[in-house]
């Protein structure tokens, strides 16, 4: 099981980025795939998980409204819309389990990640 998030950057307040996850070696029907993020200074935090099984997607309060997972084949993605500085952070994405909790200790695969950095 191999995860590879893409995408990050510096982007203005109020503007997007689209993230990817690409999964190698298992699909995402059957694992869930969650994004996180981690702010310095700051404990990791889910933004949203997809379980492939039953095509759920939950999110973060933060992500509500603006944040969007969508998936092509192994491909995951997260459209962020409508930045903002703390959206600032390290996004990971994740295989595993997942509920609404959007808790990390589901997650058993991990990728690297890729910095996210909204400036006002």
Known sequence: VQLQASGGGLVLAGGSLRLSCAAAGFSPDYYAIGWFRQAPGKEREGVSCTRGSVGTTYYADSA???????????????????????????????????????LDAGMSHWGKGTQVTVSS
């Open 64 to 102: 509500k409204g603006r944040f969007t997972v969508s998936r092509n084949d192994s491909t995951v993605y997260l459209q962020m819309n409508s930045l903002k500085p703390e959206d600032t952070g390290v996004y990971y994405c994740a295989a595993g389990w997942c509920s609404h909790l959007l």
